[in-house]
Antibody, heavy 119, light 109 residues
Framework: EVQLVESGGDLVKPGGSLRLSCTASGFTFRNAWMSWVRQAPGKGLEWVGRIKSKTDGGATEYAAPVKGRFTISSDDSKSTLYLQMNSLKTEDTAIYYC??????????WGQGTLVTVSS | QSALTQPPSASGSPGQSVTISCTGTSSDVGGYNYVSWYQQHPGKAPKLMIYDVSKRPSGVPDRFSGSKSGNAASLTVSGLQAEDEADYYCSSYAGGPYVFGTGTKVTVL
């Protein structure tokens, strides 16, 4: 059974940093393309970024609102996906979901972790 | 990349059908057959319901169907059931990034 478990969400001040983790199981993590998707309170889904598997080059891509501030990485030995978030803004407040992305679809989703950016 | 446009709400009585539209551009919906739809119940993670415009993952009832014409896609839920009441989001590959729709709340009357 595929499982994605996010962690690391917290309350952080504007301008601060936070690192989210997503621990994966039930599939071959090293072959998977992974993505982060967020959802602000009471709002819709927003794609944050994606990382290709290392076997496919490991390239990352980001949505314009987070480019230059967020970094996606992965550790195949730990089957873990990361989202490093720097220079956080109040508008980054959201539930952050870890997903497997394959052929244009988000196959499986974690339960999400809440990030609150507030002074 | 702008969000895909969906109607804020849709409704139908049990047993009826409801269709949700998802309008994008030639750079996303119109340019790729990578349109997918997600169902989200309150407090839950989204669930994939349709992918590649019209394909259903294993376990998704055949009451759910998808289609596309030009820069617009649509999701139809036939034979509405109480458990279909949820938020629905479309998504499209956009040549690198991905884009989601604005979301539609489906109410079963």
């Amino acid at each position: 059974e595929v499982q994605l478990v996010e962690s690391g969400g917290d309350l952080v001040k504007p301008g601060g940093s936070l690192r989210l983790s997503c621990t994966a199981s039930g599939f071959t993590f090293r072959n998977a393309w992974m993505s982060w998707v967020r959802q602000a309170p009471g709002k819709g889904l927003e794609w944050v970024g994606r990382i290709k598997s290392k076997t496919d080059g490991g390239a990352t891509e980001y949505a314009a609102p987070v480019k230059g501030r967020f970094t996606i990485s992965s550790d195949d030995s730990k089957s873990t996906l990361y989202l490093q978030m720097n220079s956080l803004k109040t508008e980054d407040t959201a539930i952050y979901y870890c997903t497997i992305v394959a052929s244009g679809k988000f196959d499986y989703w974690g339960q999400g972790t809440l990030v609150t950016v507030s002074s | 990349q702008s969000a895909l446009t969906q109607p804020p709400s849709a409704s139908g009585s049990p047993g009826q059908s409801v269709t949700i539209s998802c309008t994008g551009t030639s750079s996303d919906v119109g340019g790729y057959n990578y349109v997918s739809w997600y169902q989200q119940h309150p407090g839950k993670a989204p669930k994939l319901m349709i992918y590649d415009v019209s394909k259903r993952p294993s376990g998704v009832p055949d009451r759910f169907s998808g289609s596309k014409s030009g820069n617009a896609a649509s999701l139809t839920v036939s034979g509405l059931q109480a458990e279909d009441e949820a938020d629905y989001y479309c998504s499209s590959y956009a040549g690198g990034p991905y884009v989601f729709g604005t979301g539609t709340k489906v109410t079963v009357l």
